[in-house]
């Protein structure tokens, strides 16, 4: 990794309006040698087909951190730039950002049992995901979102068995609210969608190859319940949990 920091303190301004921001570019090279970039078997692969390839991928990002007493704000935007040596048709590039704001010590002047307030999201689209296992898609900074984008996709989950284009992005809120000076209300709300576009592999490269069938999901989930600690070094917690999920023609279900 190579990582520069840069930091400015804004003078100037009164105590409870100082602003503090960072700047902390980034950029990773991950070299990785895959045995079958096509994900089929070699026996459909179109003659003179090279199967084995060496990828480079090129992850830079920029991540923006801003904090004064009453609000904390992040900001990371990046790319993924994949490069194949045998088979410059799957040369690909992706995007990928995350945003998150800490609203606690606002909210806490207005109503002081409120311990925590955030609101957060994530996008991220790749033309194509790496092969199974095969890690993360960047460094989405945040520590206000939820999970980053080294978070394993739908290939590396076993979704998906071809390369697609594929679009996944999240927006949430979560808080918790004193009840009392052990317990504490926790709620989590959180809405994702997952679209996919078409496929990344050439046609002309595989033979007899079954059409990838994806459906486009939306998901809605919700947690609430109180988390109590109980001793020195013990925490009980109560948690409800609803998620409901929508695709297309098949309706919700939850």
């Known amino acids: 990794w190579a990582v520069v920091l840069l930091y400015a303190n804004l003078s100037g301004l009164s105590d409870s309006a100082a602003q503090q921001i960072r700047v902390v570019p980034s ?14 078997p070699k026996s459909l692969l179109a003659p003179g087909t090279t199967a084995d ?22 900001l990371s935007v990046g790319a993924v ?17 995350s945003a ?8 806490n002047r207005v109503l002081p049992r409120m311990r925590g307030f955030r609101v ?6 790749t033309p194509s995901a790496p092969a199974f296992g095969a890690g993360g898609l ?8 939820t999970g980053g984008f080294g978070v394993a996709g739908p290939v590396d989950s076993g979704l998906l068995t071809q390369r697609i284009r594929t679009t996944m992005f999240n927006v949430g809120l979560s808080n918790s609210y004193s009840l009392s000076p052990t317990t504490d209300f926790q709620t989590n709300y959180t809405y994702s969608q997952l679209s996919f576009g ?9 033979a007899g190859q079954p059409q990838t069938t994806v459906f486009d999901t939306q998901t809605h989930s919700i947690s609430a319940g109180p988390t109590s600690k109980i001793s020195a070094i013990d925490t009980l917690t109560v948690k409800y949990t609803f998620n409901q999920m929508s695709q297309g023609q098949f309706g919700d279900f939850a």
Not at 59 to 70: E, G, K
């Open 100 to 107: 998150g704001i800490d609203l606690a010590q606002a909210v």
């Open 120 to 125: 957060f999201g994530t996008y991220q689209y």
């Open 53 to 74: 390839d060496l990828i480079t991928t090129v992850t830079p990002q920029l991540n923006f951190m801003q904090s004064n007493s009453l609000v904390k704000t992040n």
């Open 198 to 206: 078409g496929n990344l592999t050439p046609t002309s490269t595989t």
């Open 138 to 145: 960047g460094a989405g900074g945040g520590g206000f979102g």
């Open 81 to 97: 730039v994949q490069k194949f040596v045998n088979n410059s048709a799957l040369d690909n590039v992706g995007f990928n950002g």
């Open 27 to 40: 950029v990773s090279v991950l070299e990785r040698y895959d045995s079958n970039v096509f994900f089929t």
